[in-house]
């Protein structure tokens, strides 16, 4: 039996191991319940941009879309509402031809399938040069 007088007792000492094994359980597991906002709950004003004003340009050639979806190609109105009459009104009204600027007057409101079909129409005629219009900001105040 080893009795000593003066025996010196061991400092207690902290596992730092246990420990961490635990936060990062607790990190794992918040990083797994956590909910992340989703894109489609988004509310999207579109488009409104700061613009110059609107010049007359020779080569330029308008197609305006309304909301519910129909065309009107340099302000004359499309019966149609297919990809091929709206080609055809494009190959009419392109006073360069392929060197002519496409401008897409669309309606905030207007369907997305409406645009895409604009520009698969410029497409097929050959329109490359494709743009937006949109209004300023400080019309939209008004």
Request: glycine share 6%.
């Amino acid at each position: 039996m080893n009795f000593r007088a003066g025996s010196a007792r061991e400092e207690p000492r902290i596992d730092l191991i246990p420990f961490i094994d635990v936060l990062l359980v607790i990190l794992i597991f918040l990083i797994l319940t956590t909910t992340y906002s989703r894109f489609t709950e988004l509310q999207l004003t579109l488009p409104v941009a700061d613009t110059q004003q609107m010049r007359e340009r020779p080569r330029e050639l308008t197609v305006a879309v309304a909301a519910d979806g129909r065309y009107a190609v340099n302000k004359s109105p499309l019966e149609g509402r297919g990809v091929g009459e709206l080609a055809q009104a494009l190959q009419a009204a392109a006073p360069a031809g392929g060197d002519s600027v496409l401008i897409i007057s669309a309606d905030a409101m207007a369907p997305h399938q409406a645009v895409i079909t604009v520009m698969e129409a410029a497409r097929r005629v050959g329109l490359a040069q494709v743009t937006f219009a949109t209004q300023s900001s400080a019309a939209q105040g008004r």
